[in-house]
């Protein structure tokens, strides 16, 4: 990911979602997922944009949170990325 494109929230949501439909149907923890996308941890900055891209993932109804820290792609994500072949 480009240094402009780690601060950008659609462009780190895309690497999420397509990261959790790789891993469907293993849901993962949301430190997991980010750890799997954010580049350098420390980076105060890239981490709080990748926390911001689940967040607006989640209002989209792409992702949704089981309740205990994992979330997973819904039906509609899977199926829009099955219609699309994304990933």
């Known amino acids: 990911m480009t240094k402009r494109a780690k601060y950008d929230p659609v462009q780190v949501g895309r690497a999420l979602l397509f990261e959790l439909i790789g891993q469907h149907p293993r849901p993962l923890r949301t430190g997991e997922l980010v750890g799997k996308v954010v580049a350098d941890q420390s980076d105060g900055r890239e981490v709080a944009t990748a926390r911001k891209a689940l967040v607006e ?9 089981r309740g205990d820290d994992s979330v997973e792609p819904t039906r509609a994500a899977l199926h829009a990325n099955s219609l699309f072949g994304a990933a």
Request: charged share 20%; aromatic share 0%; hydrophobic share 80%.
């Open 57 to 65: 993932l989640a209002e989209a109804a792409l992702i949704v949170d």
